[in-house]
């Protein structure tokens, strides 16, 4: 995979009050390369609890390959792939959500709890183009991984 058509990639989940810190931060390391920089805020929930946002934005090229070919380990891929036109939007980013619990156990699944978005490059930067470059980037993160 010479080049990497992601401007960056941006992974968030949050932490509540029932969770432990530490595995929700053990669960979106999952997706990053070792030792990446993770920001932590700590905010207030509706009622008064604490919430903890854990995030991390990878811009660097070897660093988005990295992520995408924990992309490429979801049993689901091909679905995701097909389902690009409504994954991809107008402003070229491109969505997915992760399972948090599956990601603590170092599985790749699609489920609640991580949230990435992925700014795709694309010129023009039309819908179209970016959902060819997303395609074309999983695809390659796929067969790379199964090599």
């Known amino acids: 995979m010479p080049s990497v058509p992601f401007h960056y990639v941006d992974l968030r989940t949050f932490c ?9 931060e053990q669960a979106l390391r ?3 390369p070792e030792e990446y920089e993770i920001e932590r805020a700590v905010n207030r929930g509706h009622h008064g609890d604490r919430i903890v946002v854990f ?34 939007d107008e402003n070229c980013a491109f969505f997915l959500r992760l399972d948090k619990q599956d990601a603590f156990k170092g599985e790749v699944e699609r489920g609640p709890g991580i949230t990435l978005r992925a700014k795709v ?3 023009p930067a039309k819908q179209p183009a970016a959902v060819e470059n997303a395609r074309e ?3 390659s993160a796929r067969e790379h991984t199964e090599a």
């Open 16 to 24: 509540y009050a029932t969770e432990d810190e530490k595995r929700v």
């Open 55 to 88: 995030s991390a934005r990878v811009d660097n090229a070897d660093d988005v390959r990295y992520v995408l070919r924990q992309l490429s380990e979801l049993s689901d891929i091909e679905d995701v792939i097909g389902e690009l036109d409504e994954r991809v």
């Open 137 to 139: 980037a999983l695809e």
């Open 30 to 32: 999952q997706f990053l």
């Open 121 to 123: 490059e694309a010129y």
